[in-house]
């Protein structure tokens, strides 16, 4: 398989944590092949702080997470930009897709999706419409029963596709494998789907380097991108660094949390060389800093560099 198109375009690759705990091994390797992307095509990088998530986003963390990424030496060209700060931009998007009918509110709660859920192919459950055809006095009978709407974005049957930097060739039928999806929570919080796209182009991102976990969310963004009349950036998903059995790391359980890889391997140099070594990006791991892997990396050569391009144990 040839390896996917880079455009001839500026490439603005971006940061984007969410400060809910420190960095750990997997967060740490999917910066690290972002920013090695975008600076080995003579790019720059964006510093996008992903609060969402208000009750979880702790200031503490958004002040931790930047410096985490400049001991790393993973340094940003422009921001941070601040999620929290972009209300009014997500209220817009929302305004364009309503005038195209394109909306409907949704009553269902997560009991609900999970008892109706329908079979699925992907990683999460297809979403069986209860709610896009809901009468009028059906709706009515919700709101007066203090249930809030969620709002969700209504799907074709359609085959969206991508030629993923590290995965390679993946499709999607928008209808099939995920369904009419959320772009505004029952708490009035915007969705991730809806404020990444909504980001990603104000903030002039060309690459999207992430988890592999998110690859099945990128036709749902490709398609709100269309909607919204935003260009598609070129998209790397990288493998998941898992714990004992296949565990996803975790900020919570401080899996190779940074502070923890410091105490073990003394020097950052030392703990991005370990990371470099064990998934493929460094012949060893030998102490290295992000801008001494920038003579051997190459983004075409990411299409076969990972053995398993789902997951890397960590050791």
């Known amino acids: 398989?040839?390896?996917p198109e880079v455009p001839a375009i500026p490439v603005i690759g971006r940061f984007a944590p969410s400060p809910t705990g420190r960095m750990h091994a997997g967060n740490i390797f999917a910066a690290l092949v972002a920013w090695l992307v975008a600076r080995s095509q003579g790019g720059q990088m964006v510093l996008r702080?992903?609060?969402?998530?208000?009750?979880?986003?702790?200031?503490?963390?958004?002040?931790?997470?930047?410096?985490d990424f400049e001991r790393l030496g993973l340094f940003w060209d422009r921001g941070p930009y601040f999620q929290h700060d972009r209300d009014e931009a997500y209220r817009?998007?929302?305004?364009?897709?309503a005038a195209r009918d394109l909306l409907y509110p949704c009553y269902c709660t997560r009991a609900d999706l999970h008892a109706a859920s329908a079979p699925h192919r992907g990683?999460?459950?297809?979403?069986?419409?209860?709610?896009?055809?809901?009468?009028?006095?059906?709706?009515a009978e919700r709101e007066a029963a203090g249930r809030a709407p969620a709002l969700r974005l209504t799907v074709p049957d359609r085959v969206l596709g991508l030629r993923d930097l590290v995965q390679g060739d993946y499709r999607q039928n928008l209808a099939c494998d995920c369904g009419d999806f959320l772009v505004r929570r029952?708490?009035?919080?915007f969705a991730y789907q809806l404020a990444v796209v909504v980001d990603d182009g104000a903030q002039g991102v060309t690459?999207?380097?992430?988890?592999?976990?998110?690859?099945?969310?990128?036709?749902?963004?490709?398609?709100?991108?269309?909607?919204?009349e935003l260009p598609h950036p070129v998209y790397g998903h990288v493998p998941l660094v898992t714990g004992d059995r296949g565990r996803r790391l975790s900020k919570r359980d401080r899996d190779a949390a940074l502070d923890e890889l410091l105490a073990r391997f003394g020097t950052p140099a030392?703990?991005?060389?370990?990371?470099?070594?064990?998934?493929?990006?460094a012949p060893t791991t030998d102490p290295v800093m992000p801008e001494e892997l920038l003579g051997e990396f190459s983004v075409g050569e990411l299409l076969t560099l990972f053995p398993d391009p789902v997951q890397i144990p960590w050791r």
């Open 123 to 139: 990683e999460k459950p297809v979403y069986p419409g209860t709610c896009r055809a809901l009468p009028a006095a059906k709706r």
């Open 49 to 67: 702080v992903e609060d969402l998530d208000r009750e979880r986003s702790k200031p503490a963390f958004i002040d931790d997470v930047q410096r």
């Open 1 to 3: 398989m040839d390896a």
């Open 92 to 97: 817009a998007a929302l305004e364009t897709l």
């Open 186 to 189: 029952a708490d009035g919080a």
């Open 207 to 228: 690459s999207v380097v992430r988890g592999v976990d998110l690859l099945c969310s990128t036709p749902q963004q490709m398609y709100l991108q269309e909607l919204l």
């Open 270 to 281: 030392a703990v991005i060389g370990h990371i470099a070594g064990i998934t493929g990006l």
